[in-house]
């Protein structure tokens, strides 16, 4: 198959939904149109095959400006750049593709890089997977948070397309060891009834609209019935990649109905849609699949990383937030990127995306300031940059717990040294004389609890 740098190649029909997807065997020719070399383009393909690829027509076709590829930020959020990974690696894996290396020698190669990857970040593996009654640990579900526990349906860990930062890239490698899934909903529902204390589940993935309605129907009607749940999340990047779930999908009014009858149980269907740059709320299909969420009851809440190269000034963020607010969502959060995959290369130091943040946040209407951040969703909790100042002659980065894995964290304020070039919780030192954070383990006398542990 050839191509152009003006047309794009024809990917496989999907069955039954017009979802097209493009994978790995069609990146050197979309790297092509985008007027990379030949030996860019191998080392791109060297990058993908330790790091997942996947895009879809929709997202070729309507989000990406050919014209200003590679530099384009949707380009840029969706296709492997050659240096994400340190050149060695890079290098390994491009001479294994141009010598032919067999698939399970590719696959070891991948997999030792991918181990220092930290593909588990925060203690996903160690410390939030939950017990049943006979302590044995429940797969595809995590409980950090006292009020609030994830779940990762089966059929949902898959997107319509990969975010290049996204710290789920484990999800999407094919290695059975790194995936959190689960298609036992029942022992979702036994878990919160021995758990009252938990008010919150959030469908997670990978992404659960990736699922048909009648799958998703099975995960989500079992949970009405739980009177101590008050709120059902459901963490998706499909309106920025796919709106047409929401609109000319064959089950577009299915779905539409489920969600009504979430509302109609009482409880409150938050549609945690992430949005990255402000290009993703173009289309007006967008606005359309937009409109249709919320006249279900549903209330829709954007959430995004802070990315170099691709969202890293406050124009962007505050131009994102307004087109948010104007068609009815709430600005969320603002996240740092985590300590997992290309961390080096995407993530922007904490004082700079203190100074973003704060740009953006200045330039909003009081209804986008519902937005919280920078936040970093770390190993003790999910903990905001409040600030930068001077205290006792000392500067320092303020900082509070919006979630703890400890509740008794969560709102407190705490400092810490000012570092012009940390990029996360861990290259942060105490301020003012502490010895420890008050996350530290030492500092309250033992491990931090292990939620969901403790319950009979």
Same mark, same amino acid.
Request: proline share 7%.
């Given at each position: 198959?050839?191509?152009?740098h *003006?047309?794009?190649?024809?990917?496989?029909?999907?069955?039954?939904?017009?979802? +097209?997807?493009?994978?790995?065997?069609h990146?050197?020719?979309?790297?092509?149109?985008?007027?990379?070399?030949e030996?860019?383009?191998?080392?791109?393909?060297?990058?993908?095959?330790?790091?997942?690829?996947? /895009?879809?027509?929709?997202?070729?076709?309507?989000?990406?400006?050919?014209?200003?590829?590679?530099? %384009?930020?949707?380009?840029?959020?969706?296709?492997p750049?050659?240096?994400?990974l340190?050149?060695? %690696?890079?290098? !390994?894996?491009? *001479?294994?593709?141009r010598?032919?290396?067999?698939?399970?020698?590719?696959n070891?190669?991948?997999?030792?890089?991918r181990?220092?990857?930290?593909?588990?970040?925060?203690?996903?593996?160690?410390?939030?997977?939950?017990?049943?009654?006979g302590?044995?640990?429940?797969?595809?579900?995590?409980?950090?948070?006292?009020?609030?526990?994830?779940?990762f349906?089966?059929?949902?860990?898959?997107?319509?397309?990969?975010c290049?930062?996204?710290?789920?890239?484990?999800?999407?490698?094919?290695?059975?060891? $790194?995936?959190f899934?689960?298609?036992?909903?029942?022992?979702?529902v036994?878990?919160?009834?021995?758990?009252p204390?938990?008010?919150?589940?959030?469908?997670?993935?990978?992404?659960?609209?990736?699922?048909?309605?009648? =799958?998703?129907?099975?995960?989500?009607?079992?949970?009405?019935?739980?009177?101590?749940?008050?709120?059902?999340?459901?963490?998706?990047?499909?309106?920025?990649?796919?709106?047409? !779930?929401?609109?000319?999908?064959?089950?577009?009014?299915?779905?539409l109905? $489920?969600f009504e009858?979430?509302?109609?149980?009482?409880?409150?269907?938050a549609?945690m849609?992430? #949005?990255?740059?402000?290009?993703?709320?173009?289309? %007006?299909?967008?606005?359309?699949?937009v409109? +249709?969420? !919320?006249?279900?009851?549903a209330?829709?809440?954007?959430?995004?990383?802070?990315? !170099?190269?691709i969202?890293?000034?406050?124009?962007?963020?505050?131009?994102?937030?307004?087109?948010?607010? +104007?068609?009815?969502? =709430?600005?969320?959060?603002? #996240?740092?990127?985590? *300590?997992?995959?290309?961390?080096?290369?995407?993530?922007?130091?904490?004082?700079?995306?203190?100074?973003?943040f704060?740009?953006?946040?200045?330039?909003?209407?009081?209804?986008?300031?519902?937005?919280?951040?920078?936040?970093?969703?770390?190993?003790?909790?999910?903990?905001?940059i409040?600030?930068?100042?001077?205290?006792?002659?000392?500067?320092?980065?303020?900082?509070?717990?919006?979630?703890?894995?400890?509740p008794?964290? /969560?709102?407190?304020? #705490?400092?810490?040294?000012? *570092?012009?070039?940390? /990029?996360w919780?861990?290259?942060?030192?105490?301020?003012l004389?502490?010895?420890? #954070?008050?996350?530290?383990?030492? $500092?309250?006398?033992?491990?931090?609890?292990?939620?969901?542990?403790?319950?009979?």
């Amino acid at each position: 198959m050839s191509l152009t740098h *003006d047309a794009a190649p024809s990917p496989p029909e999907s069955t039954g939904r017009r979802f +097209r997807a493009y994978t790995t065997k069609h990146l050197d020719e979309l790297t092509a149109r985008a007027g990379l070399g030949e030996a860019e383009r191998l080392a791109v393909r060297a990058v993908a095959t330790v790091l997942p690829f996947r /895009v879809n027509s929709y997202v070729v076709d309507e989000l990406i400006d050919w014209d200003a590829a590679p530099d %384009d930020p949707i380009y840029r959020l969706v296709f492997p750049q050659a240096d994400m990974l340190p050149s060695a %690696d890079v290098s !390994r894996m491009a *001479d294994l593709l141009r010598q032919d290396a067999a698939r399970s020698e590719v696959n070891r190669a991948a997999n030792e890089i991918r181990a220092r990857l930290n593909p588990h970040p925060a203690g996903q593996m160690e410390l939030n997977v939950p017990t049943s009654t006979g302590k044995d640990p429940l797969e595809g579900m995590q409980h950090k948070y006292h009020e609030t526990v994830l779940f990762f349906p089966k059929q949902g860990q898959t997107c319509h397309a990969y975010c290049t930062y996204c710290f789920r890239w484990a999800q999407f490698v094919g290695e059975p060891d $790194l995936k959190f899934a689960s298609s036992e909903v029942d022992h979702l529902v036994e878990y919160l009834h021995r758990h009252p204390e938990v008010t919150s589940v959030l469908l997670t993935g990978g992404d659960p609209m990736i699922m048909g309605e009648s =799958v998703l129907r099975r995960y989500i009607e079992p949970l009405l019935g739980v009177e101590t749940l008050e709120s059902i999340r459901i963490g998706t990047k499909s309106l920025a990649y796919w709106p047409q !779930r929401f609109t000319t999908d064959p089950d577009a009014e299915g779905t539409l109905r $489920l969600f009504e009858e979430v509302v109609a149980a009482g409880k409150n269907l938050a549609f945690m849609a992430h #949005f990255s740059h402000p290009n993703e709320m173009a289309p %007006d299909l967008v606005r359309k699949a937009v409109a +249709r969420i !919320r006249d279900t009851g549903a209330v829709i809440r954007t959430q995004a990383p802070l990315i !170099r190269t691709i969202n890293d000034d406050p124009a962007t963020w505050a131009s994102m937030w307004r087109s948010h607010v +104007r068609h009815g969502m =709430v600005p969320y959060y603002m #996240f740092v990127e985590r *300590d997992t995959g290309p961390q080096d290369y995407f993530a922007v130091p904490l004082a700079e995306a203190y100074e973003i943040f704060r740009g953006a946040f200045a330039e909003v209407s009081g209804l986008a300031r519902t937005v919280r951040g920078p936040s970093m969703s770390a190993t003790p909790g999910k903990v905001c940059i409040d600030g930068v100042a001077e205290v006792a002659g000392e500067k320092v980065f303020v900082c509070h717990f919006i979630q703890a894995r400890d509740p008794e964290l /969560v709102g407190r304020p #705490f400092f810490a040294r000012y *570092d012009e070039k940390a /990029v996360w919780l861990s290259d942060l030192e105490p301020a003012l004389g502490a010895a420890r #954070f008050p996350h530290e383990r030492e $500092l309250r006398g033992g491990a931090a609890p292990r939620i969901g542990a403790a319950h009979p």
